[in-house]
């Protein structure tokens, strides 16, 4: 048992894992700097995949954002839609850019 213990202190990983959290709270914290500025007026598009924040993420981006164009969600995608989901997310692009 002391293995289980010894070697993720050692090698620094507990300390590096943690860092994800940290960051995420800092996130948070420069997101509600960035909304108590105002929200943006450029035009926006949303895009969220089905199956992580779906039509929900909407709500989210109205904290920030005046002028959402479009709100896309795009099925058969998680988080990370770029990867998951790559032809239809540049469709989309291509037709927000072509507006």
Not at 4 to 33: D, Q
Not at 61 to 81: D, L, M, R, T
């Amino acid at each position: 048992m002391s293995e289980c213990t010894s070697i993720p202190a050692a090698s620094g990983l507990i300390t590096s894992s943690a860092g994800f959290y940290r960051a995420v709270y800092g996130s948070l914290n420069a997101v509600r700097e960035t909304i108590g500025r105002g929200k943006l007026t450029i035009p926006v598009l949303s895009v969220s995949g089905a199956a992580s924040f779906g039509a929900a993420q909407e709500s989210f981006v109205e904290a920030f954002a005046a002028n959402i164009v479009k709100q896309v969600v795009i099925s058969e995608a998680g988080y990370f839609v770029a990867e998951e989901q790559p032809e239809r997310l540049v469709s989309h692009l291509q037709s927000f850019f072509a507006m």
